[in-house]
Nanobody
Framework: QVQLVESGGGLVRPGGSLTLSCAAF????????IGWFRQAPGKEREGVSC????????YYADSVKVRFSISRDNAKNTVYLQMDSLKPEDTAIYYC?????????????????WGQGTQVTVSS
């Protein structure tokens, strides 16, 4: 059974940092791309970053490119999202997702499995 479990969300002040984790279970790690998405109240789900497990190739949304960093630990089947210089507009529920995609993409339509989400709130 495929399962994705996010952790690491919380409340942080503007300019602060958080690291999200996504632990994956139940599928062949190397054949999947793991993506991070976020959804703020009243807004559509937005792709943030993704990493292709077989070679570590990454992709970022322009809005986070300089501030966020995605990485993976193949031994632990876990993907991390390091978020620095956080802004109030980064406030959202953050989801990780897994999909068997070719080129890394932030289109949510191609991701098959989703976690339950973790809340990130950036506020003073």
């Amino acid at each position: 059974q495929v399962q994705l479990v996010e952790s690491g969300g919380g409340l942080v002040r503007p300019g602060g940092s958080l690291t999200l984790s996504c632990a994956a279970f139940g599928f062949t790690w190397d054949t999947y791309t793991i993506g991070w998405f976020r959804q703020a109240p009243g807004k559509e789900r937005e792709g943030v970053s993704c990493i292709r497990n077989i070679d570590g190739r990454t992709y970022y949304a322009d809005s986070v490119k300089v501030r966020f960093s995605i990485s993976r630990d193949n031994a632990k089947n876990t993907v991390y999202l390091q978020m620095d210089s956080l802004k109030p507009e980064d406030t959202a529920i953050y989801y990780c997702a897994a999909g068997r995609v070719g080129e890394p993409t932030l289109s949510p339509l191609v991701y098959d499995y989703w976690g339950q989400g973790t809340q990130v709130t950036v506020s003073s």
